[in-house]
């Protein structure tokens, strides 16, 4: 084993990066004080409560020390909105987390058609798999990463992925997902008495 207090802080990020995986990511739109609009993923994402519906991303400084566009808008304005992006999605997610200059609007920079949310500001990306409008609860600093919890005030799931009892259809939604820097799209394992799609 390796001792943890061996390690410097990007060996620890790479360690922990590379072993807790693989993590959904939350494309996450926001908006600031004057409307403009942000686009970035955060794969450091859970669901941290289902009852309320709460959401948790945790959002690192820039190299630099200053605050990310997303949790400055997060911080002011108070709502975002998560989308959980299929697999065809990969090179506009994978853009949107370059670094860039503040105020950069990644959804004009990718020319990503967007809507209208029913609830919050932030708009919402068209086509994408599962959208969750969030207000924001609370935010916490244990240390490096500041805890973004919203709350979900209005959620929606894409037609073609209900089955016609009202599930999901697990096979159908792709979603992108992290492991260490990669990306990864989930595979499906059955376990041969539970079918995917049944009770865990
Ligand atoms: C797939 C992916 C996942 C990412 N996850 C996180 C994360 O969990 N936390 C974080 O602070 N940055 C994360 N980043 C980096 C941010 O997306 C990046 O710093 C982005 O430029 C922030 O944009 P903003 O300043 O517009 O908020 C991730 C990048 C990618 C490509």
Not at 185 to 198: F, I, K, M, Q, Y
Request: proline share 10%; with cysteine; charged share 20%.
């Amino acid at each position: 084993m390796i001792p943890l207090d061996h390690l410097d802080p990007a060996e620890l990020f790479a360690m922990v990066s590379w072993t807790i995986a693989p993590r959904p990511i939350a494309w996450v739109t926001s908006v600031n004080p004057a409307g403009d609009h942000n686009l970035a993923p955060f794969s450091f994402f859970t669901i941290a409560s289902t009852d309320p519906l709460i959401l948790m991303i945790a959002i690192e400084p820039r190299e630099d020390g200053s605050v990310k566009d997303t949790l400055g808008n997060v911080l002011s304005t108070r709502q975002f909105v998560v989308h959980i992006a299929e697999l065809d999605r990969l090179p506009e997610v994978a853009r949107s987390g370059d670094p860039s200059p503040p105020d950069f609007d990644e959804l004009a920079d990718l020319a990503l058609p967007t809507s209208a949310a029913t609830v919050v500001r932030p708009p919402v990306i068209d086509g994408c798999a599962a959208v969750f409008e969030c207000e924001l609860l609370t935010t916490h600093r244990p240390g490096l990463e500041t805890l973004v919890f919203g709350r979900v005030v209005a959620a929606r799931v894409a037609e073609h992925l209900i089955s016609g009892c009202g599930r999901i259809d697990v096979a159908a939604l792709r979603p992108l997902g992290r492991i260490g820097n990669v990306f990864t799209a989930s595979t499906l394992l059955e376990r041969p008495d539970r079918p995917v799609g049944t009770a865990s």
